[in-house]
């Protein structure tokens, strides 16, 4: 069997990382761009566990080998399908231990090219922490930033179609950043894949800069990692503005699938930072399915202010006004086209 580092894995080409975790480990702990074929399930990994801990190792082994042996057709025409595909199989488990092990021996000894990842999930990580600054530190960071609902991350998706270098961190920790952030979205949060899709993402971009979205360190409970803040922070800086129609157009949009309990909890978190009567306006106007009128008020009463501080931090190179999406993008698009980014 063949053992390969993660640093060794990228000088590769025509490969396939196969994760034999749990179907729960993967979703909340994935390297990018691999595919979850589970030697146990959630449920089935417990057991073995339980077993280890309040048993026996030996009947653990046992429950194991007899799980993992139902689901083997099922692997092997998997591991099968994907042979086509790519003539390297990388399998890794969290540690490197006997599930990306077992794996690996086995569909080495019938013939295909399979390496196991050393140290598994955990030396990826310890490696993308220790290489993310290095890998960050020779991209220029262009930010746009602007009040709550003028459109930011609609322009920048927008660029992104166009092929533009954005790095979408909002939609990468799975969160808005605001009260209102975690609505909508279809993932928890888990700041491992956060880093793990920023590292991505740093690793394959091919320009000299980015485009990115004002944040502050922490977005949700997910932190932006320190090297990537600091280029955020040091970066060009552009302000964005557009009219109040507009703004309000884009938060109906952007929270139009949220249900009533989903938004008045995130007003209860608003009340915190409000007056009792601001709070109790804001949750009548939820009541009586009032939402435009409660997205104006929001704006002017608690976000405009809110969001007056971090303006005052940054010296603005470039103020740009658009009233509507596309009109903002082709500003954009000028900025770096003047300051020769294309």
Known sequence: MNIITYKEVLELDNYILIDVRTPKEFVKEPIVGAVNIPVLLDEERVIVGTTYVQQSKELAKELGINFISKRLPEIFKQVQELSKKYRRLIFFCARGGMRSGSMASLFSSLGYRASKLEGGYKAYREYIAHTTPEVNKDFKYIVLHGRTGIGKTKILNRLEELGYPVMDLEKM?????????????????????????????????????????????????????????????????LMADTTLEHRIEVLMEDYADASKEELKASLMKVGRYVSKKNLAKYMELLEKNQLTELATDLVKEYYDPLYQKSIDKYMFNEHIFYSSTEEGVQKVIEFLKLHNFE
């Open 173 to 237: 920790a799975d969160h808005k950043g605001s009260f209102f952030g975690n609505l909508c979205e279809k993932r928890q949060q888990s700041q491992k894949r956060f880093e793990s899709e920023i590292f991505h993402f740093l690793l394959n971009n091919k320009k000299n800069y980015i485009l990115a979205e004002s944040e502050s360190k922490r977005i949700g409970d997910a932190y932006i990692p320190e090297s990537v803040y600091e280029s955020l922070v040091s970066g060009y800086h």
